[in-house]
C-alpha cells in the first residue's frame, strides 16, 4: 500500500505544455476580445443605471404642482 502525504503534491512534476505561437497569439486575441465583450456590457448596465438615477433626480426637482411652484413648497 502506497502512502501519499501532504507534501507529495509540492513535489510532483511540473507540467509542460507546448503551444504553437500562432495559438497562443489567437488565445490572448480571443481573451482580449471577451474582456472587451464584457467591458462593453458592464459600461451598457452602468448607463442604464444613471440614466434611471438622473430620471429619478429630475422628477425629484420637479414640482408636483402649481401650488408648490408659486410657495416654493
Given at each position: 500500500m502506497?502512502?501519499?502525504s501532504l507534501f507529495d503534491s509540492f513535489f510532483a512534476p511540473t507540467r509542460v505544455?507546448?503551444?504553437?505561437?500562432?495559438?497562443?497569439v489567437q488565445?490572448?486575441?480571443e481573451a482580449r476580445e471577451h474582456h472587451v465583450k464584457a467591458i462593453d456590457c458592464?459600461?451598457?448596465?452602468?448607463?442604464?443605471y444613471r440614466n434611471s438615477i438622473a430620471k429619478q433626480l429630475a422628477a425629484e426637482a420637479?414640482?408636483?404642482s402649481l401650488e408648490e411652484?408659486?410657495?416654493g413648497g
Open positions: 502506497i502512502q501519499h505544455i507546448v503551444v504553437s505561437e500562432e495559438r497562443l488565445a490572448e486575441r458592464r459600461i451598457e448596465e452602468l448607463t442604464k420637479e414640482p408636483e411652484a408659486l410657495t
